[in-house]
């Protein structure tokens, strides 16, 4: 039996102007039992839920891309450049977390999501220019990851193809099947009513990073094992194997690349209000982003230095499918179904965010799509169908994978959303917050030191754009709409 309700999150009806939900007369607010200070429902989060979700965030596809990135920089400024992001993000998520709450960092208003801590701290312009990079750069990854999860279907698929034929058959397999594939899987994930309720997928998903990363470790030092030497250079690719402006966009790309690598600040807010205090949420982020950032670091390091290590200038562009570790192909199979299985937690990770904010929105200005039908599901709770929002994701999922299928470049896509994110999102807006939270005072060594930081990012940022911009021209000269074959 299908029972119509409507939803009750009690966040919702305090964005309505209404008084918090209550249960037989006793207000939500005073049963400390099931609510938290603001009448939502008792958060749970931990530090290790907490890391999960950040390691999902972080450790996605931009790892397979550094031993390029590596390969156009060089032993001297790849490492220089990997260690530079990863101090910056630990540095502004540490600003940033301290957003989550305005005022005392214990009982102070609640920001829900990114765009929320701007509005209530800065207001004005930046409002509306946070919202427009933060949730095109949220889509802009959606669509980033439709890329990298087919490009990984279709490398099983081809090494599958080479080692039955033994090499004889070209092998040449088309993007979209498995583009389409990976979107119909999103389509019924992304049912997951909220950002709370993607834990156990964060778990898993954060679980297969680490599987697809340590093969490509183990692959790498195998590989210059067998070779008994380290390739590469100090300057990365040399002028004369490449043209000037080559290498020029090539290093731009390259920061793109890690950059995107450690993007995670436009989802920060939202994985930080799902966690249970005390201790104070700032703490426990603080907690799990050095935990996480450091586990990240070490694997980028030793996936990044080991992939150049056994490649050299000649990298693949994306590690486990470039066909240097042909063999053994069943191990490569392996890394690139955990690659799957990770983009798909990862996918909902940086959409629910968005998600959230199109729902909210419907709801003030349409309080009728919060209708929900209970569905029985023997032998587990029912499920609340919302009818507004199984409309809305799917068409997002589908609209996100058409897009997809039009731009299948993988490390263009990667370095471009990189450059994007980067500065305003993870180091522009978390310091004029600060600075505004903190009243730190102008001209003060803090302020310039923040500024100077500021501005360096902007341009690291602007170069990496540029490159990215570049090199997706180049490809689009010789590509033809829904027809890219691997």
């Known amino acids: 039996m299908v029972e119509k309700s409507s939803r009750t999150n009690l966040s919702h009806h305090q964005d309505f102007g209404m008084e918090p939900y209550s249960i037989d007369g006793v207000s939500s607010q005073t049963n400390s039992k099931f609510y938290d200070d603001d ?4 958060r749970t989060g931990t530090v290790w839920t907490t890391s999960s979700h950040i390691i999902t965030a972080v450790v996605g596809s931009g790892v397979l891309s550094l031993a390029w990135a590596m390969a156009q920089m060089g032993w001297v400024a790849g490492p220089a450049v990997m260690i530079f992001f990863s101090v910056v993000t630990l540095y502004t998520t540490s600003l940033l ?4 709450r305005c005022g005392d960092p214990v009982t102070g208003k609640r920001n829900y999501t990114f765009m929320d801590a701007v509005q209530s701290i800065l207001g004005g312009y930046y409002d509306a220019f946070c919202g427009v990079v933060q949730y095109s750069n949220l889509y802009g990854t959606a669509v980033g990851y439709t890329i990298a999860a087919s490009i990984s279907m279709m490398a099983i698929k081809r090494s599958n193809c080479f080692h039955s034929s033994g090499g004889k058959s070209p092998c040449q397999v088309s993007s979209n099947p498995y583009m389409i594939g990976f979107g119909i899987i999103q389509i019924l994930f992304s049912q997951i009513p909220d950002f ?4 156990w997928l964060s778990i898993v998903a954060a679980i297969m990073s680490f599987v697809y990363s340590t093969i490509g470790l183990a692959l790498g030092i195998a590989k210059v094992a067998e070779m008994g030497t380290f390739k590469g250079s100090l300057t990365g690719v040399r002028i004369g194997t490449v043209t000037e402006a080559t290498k020029v966009w090539g290093v731009f790309q390259g920061l793109g690349d890690i950059a995107f690598a450690y993007s995670y600040s436009q989802i920060l807010i ?3 209000d799902t966690i249970k205090s005390p201790p104070s949420e700032a703490k426990t ?3 799990s982003a050095k935990i996480s950032i450091g586990v990240t670091t070490t694997f980028y390091m030793l996936c990044g230095f080991m992939g150049y290590a056994a490649f050299g200038d000649s990298a693949p562009g994306n ?3 470039g066909f240097g570790f042909f063999n053994p192909y069943w191990l490569i199979d392996i890394a690139n179904a955990a690659i799957v299985i990770h983009l798909v937690g990862a996918y909902q ?9 199109v729902e909210k929105w419907a709801s003030k200005r349409w309080p009728e799509v919060e209708t929900e039908y209970k569905i029985p599901i023997p032998g587990f709770s029912p499920y609340n169908l919302s009818p507004f929002r199984l409309v809305w994701r799917t068409v997002f999922v589908i609209i996100t994978t058409f897009v997809a299928m039009l731009i299948p470049f993988f490390n263009d896509v990667l370095g471009l959303l990189g450059a994007l994110g980067f500065w305003p999102l993870s180091v522009f807006l978390p310091v004029q917050m600060s600075i505004k939270q903190k009243r730190t005072p102008r001209w003060s060594g803090r302020w310039i030191g923040m500024q100077i930081l500021s ?7 602007v170069a990496a754009a540029v490159g990215s911009v570049a090199s997706i021209v180049l490809d689009l000269q010789k590509y033809k709409p829904f027809h890219v074959d691997y």
């Open 455 to 461: 501005v360096v990012c902007f341009i690291v940022s």
């Open 270 to 272: 939202e994985i930080q």
């Open 39 to 42: 009448g939502h429902v008792k």
């Open 97 to 100: 977390a301290d957003c989550y």
């Open 196 to 199: 709370h309720e993607t834990w």
């Open 285 to 287: 982020m603080k907690k």
């Open 319 to 321: 590690l486990l499918t």
């Open 349 to 357: 990770v940086y959409a629910q965010p968005l998600f959230a904010f």
